[in-house]
């Protein structure tokens, strides 16, 4: 083996150029692997932990999967005669038996849970009008399961504590209405309830529709202001494992039987369309690699046929075909190992350098960084790559060495 060894150094010590061309090809390629990766890598995760962090992992709201079966087509279920239309029972929205049902969901170790009362209201200020969402909560159960505290910019969700007639806005309908701190805004429920709300708290998260149509107050006084007493028709759920969302949401519908929606589930077409970039991503990259490969097939292409006759004496002295290939697949070996290494080590040089963009400074924060992902497992693939692209472009030519005839290239050569 060292002497297959040596033979395959000497070779490609023999044609500097073009082993140097062959294995720019692998570095470049596996750096750039590595830097495209990277970006790819870390602008998914850095928008997965902000879809994450910013909406709940688990929703369940007092609606179900499917229509209630109406009881004539339980009794008659192949009756002649259809009943079509048929108006359900008015009654008061929400979770029926929430305590109990809340009580379970937090016996499920690893989650936290926030009841919540959303229903649509009307605000009103010098004339102007919008619709928006009002969101009962606990702010002490909320704070626990949503990063809306982090995103306020002016009062705080305990300020609902101390005043129960309050109000928290987004900066996108304090700056609609030209409203502040401490202004009072008219809110008018579906039933005529007119109320007179102290803004107490102002928010930003960067959206501009969640920031103008989201609002949010004190759960009891919600209850009081759209006639739903000792009512809620949310759980918020947050779990210490994000991944694990999709089983915890089938456990909880299947035991309380509302609808329990993951946050997996909610944003299903939006992890198919990363799942496609990262195959578009994968392909791209490793094409690169393909390319930089026909620079080491053509490298060892070329040894081959020079050192044909070479080929033949090394036969006539006893080296057998196997040793033959086994020489130029060490070339193709060497290549692709040295390569892949220095492809490494620049491919971290190119990750610190993206690290250091800073992009321009976005309206609702600070100067934003390129996010970048650094992970053995793409380390792994770039070098499994780059090895492979090289075997494989070695293999042909070394298995073309190894088919050569001494008998008929020496007689040839005589």
Same mark, same amino acid.
């Given at each position: 083996?060292?002497?297959?060894?040596?033979?395959?150094?000497?070779?490609?010590?023999?044609?500097?150029?073009?082993?140097?061309?062959?294995?720019?090809? =692998?570095?470049?390629?596996?750096?750039?692997?590595?830097?495209?990766?990277?970006?790819?890598?870390?602008?998914?995760?850095?928008?997965?932990?902000?879809?994450?962090?910013?909406?709940?992992?688990?929703?369940?709201?007092?609606?179900?999967?499917?229509?209630?079966?109406?009881?004539?087509?339980?009794?008659?279920?192949?009756?002649?005669?259809?009943?079509?239309?048929?108006?359900?029972?008015?009654?008061?929205?929400?979770?029926?038996?929430?305590?109990?049902?809340?009580?379970?969901?937090?016996?499920?170790?690893?989650?936290?849970?926030?009841?919540?009362?959303?229903?649509?209201?009307?605000?009103?200020?010098?004339?102007? =009008?919008?619709?928006?969402?009002?969101?009962?909560?606990?702010?002490?159960?909320?704070?626990?399961?949503?990063?809306?505290?982090?995103?306020?910019?002016?009062?705080?969700?305990?300020?609902?504590?101390?005043?129960?007639?309050?109000? =928290?806005?987004?900066?996108?309908?304090?700056?609609?209405?030209?409203?502040?701190?401490?202004?009072?805004?008219?809110?008018?429920?579906?039933?005529?309830?007119?109320?007179?709300?102290?803004?107490?708290?102002?928010?930003?998260?960067?959206?501009?529709?969640?920031?103008?149509?989201?609002?949010?107050?004190?759960?009891?006084?919600?209850?009081?202001?759209?006639?739903?007493?000792?009512?809620?028709?949310?759980?918020?759920?947050?779990?210490?494992?994000?991944?694990?969302?999709?089983?915890?949401?089938?456990?909880?519908?299947?035991?309380?039987?509302?609808?329990?929606?993951?946050?997996?589930?909610?944003?299903?077409?939006?992890?198919?369309?990363?799942?496609?970039?990262?195959?578009?991503?994968?392909?791209?990259?490793?094409?690169?690699?393909?390319?930089?490969?026909?620079?080491?097939?053509?490298?060892?292409?070329?040894?081959?046929?020079?050192?044909?006759?070479?080929?033949?004496?090394?036969?006539?002295?006893?080296?057998?075909?196997?040793?033959?290939?086994?020489?130029?697949?060490?070339?193709?070996?060497?290549?692709?190992?040295?390569?892949?290494?220095?492809?490494?080590?620049?491919?971290?040089?190119?990750?610190?350098?993206?690290?250091?963009?800073?992009?321009?400074?976005?309206?609702?924060?600070?100067?934003?960084?390129?996010?970048?992902?650094?992970?053995?497992?793409?380390?792994?693939?770039?070098?499994?790559?780059?090895?492979?692209?090289?075997?494989?472009?070695?293999?042909?030519?070394?298995?073309?060495?190894?088919?050569?005839?001494?008998?008929?290239?020496?007689?040839?050569?005589?």
């Amino acid at each position: 083996m060292r002497l297959q060894l040596g033979i395959a150094v000497t070779h490609l010590l023999a044609r500097k150029r073009q082993t140097l061309v062959s294995l720019s090809g =692998i570095v470049l390629g596996t750096a750039f692997f590595l830097a495209v990766s990277a970006l790819m890598q870390g602008s998914e995760k850095d928008f997965i932990k902000r879809l994450v962090d910013n909406s709940p992992h688990i929703t369940v709201s007092d609606e179900y999967r499917g229509a209630d079966i109406q009881p004539a087509d339980m009794k008659w279920p192949d009756a002649a005669v259809n009943i079509r239309s048929v108006k359900p029972q008015t009654e008061v929205r929400g979770i029926r038996g929430h305590q109990q049902k809340l009580a379970f969901i937090e016996s499920i170790p690893g989650l936290r849970v926030a009841p919540a009362l959303t229903g649509s209201v009307v605000l009103t200020f010098a004339g102007r =009008i919008q619709g928006v969402s009002l969101t009962g909560l606990v702010p002490e159960s909320m704070r626990e399961v949503s990063s809306i505290e982090e995103k306020m910019i002016e009062g705080s969700l305990e300020a609902l504590n101390v005043n129960p007639n309050g109000i =928290i806005v987004g900066i996108g309908l304090i700056n609609k209405f030209k409203l502040a701190m401490g202004r009072n805004v008219t809110v008018t429920t579906s039933d005529g309830v007119v109320r007179s709300m102290k803004i107490v708290g102002i928010f930003r998260t960067g959206t501009a529709n969640y920031d103008e149509t989201q609002t949010y107050a004190l759960l009891k006084k919600v209850q009081s202001l759209l006639n739903r007493p000792n009512r809620v028709n949310r759980f918020v759920i947050q779990l210490n494992d994000p991944n694990k969302a999709r089983d915890v949401a089938t456990i909880i519908e299947q035991r309380i039987g509302y609808k329990s929606v993951s946050w997996l589930e909610a944003s299903e077409d939006i992890m198919s369309l990363l799942t496609v970039r990262n195959v578009i991503m994968y392909s791209v990259v490793t094409a690169i690699l393909v390319v930089a490969a026909f620079g080491i097939y053509n490298t060892i292409s070329t040894i081959v046929m020079e050192k044909t006759r070479d080929i033949a004496i090394m036969k006539s002295m006893g080296f057998h075909a196997s040793d033959i290939r086994l020489i130029f697949l060490s070339e193709g070996l060497i290549v692709g190992l040295v390569g892949s290494l220095l492809g490494i080590l620049l491919g971290l040089g190119l990750m610190w350098i993206l690290d250091q963009v800073t992009l321009p400074v976005s309206q609702f924060g600070g100067p934003t960084h390129l996010p970048v992902y650094r992970g053995q497992r793409q380390f792994f693939i770039a070098f499994g790559f780059a090895m492979i692209s090289a075997i494989a472009a070695s293999y042909l030519p070394a298995n073309k060495g190894g088919r050569v005839h001494p008998v008929d290239i020496l007689r040839g050569s005589m």
